[in-house]
């Protein structure tokens, strides 16, 4: 899945523009990621929260193309939103491409706003920064 997210980001957008988290960086202890599955058990979808400092980050966030639509995107984000209220944070903000109006849809249909840059991101015309307090 994450391959798959992975060349779709990069047919979107230049190397410079794309902010993806390696499986390494998935991996450590401050990283919880989501996989949503079929009933069958195939996964159509995946997200990672990131414990930042005072803040959660929403990353690696994607759905299987024949699978949009269908509330898997919507599921994996209340999970996120729960699982970052038990961790005590109150905040999650985000960075999605201007060529994702689907996942810029999704996000403020869930009561995301758009914002400035954050952490280390720098202004970017191709990002879209959005935040949601909790």
Do not use: W
């Amino acid at each position: 899945m994450l391959e798959r997210l992975d060349a779709y980001c990069a047919a979107l957008y230049p190397a410079d523009s794309n902010h993806l988290m390696d499986i390494d960086s998935l991996t450590q202890g401050d990283v919880l990621f989501l996989v949503a599955r079929d009933v069958d058990g195939s996964a159509v979808g995946c997200a990672a929260l990131v414990n930042r400092d005072g803040y959660g980050e929403v990353k690696r966030m994607f759905v299987d193309e024949n699978r949009r639509g269908l509330g898997a995107g919507r599921q994996l984000l209340e999970h996120i939103v729960i699982f970052a209220r038990m961790c005590g944070l109150r905040e999650l903000k985000l960075e999605t491409g201007i060529h994702q109006p689907e996942a810029i849809g999704l996000y403020e249909g869930s009561g995301f706003a758009r914002c400035g840059p954050f952490g280390d991101y720098k202004d970017d015309p191709l990002s879209v920064f959005m935040e949601k307090r909790l």
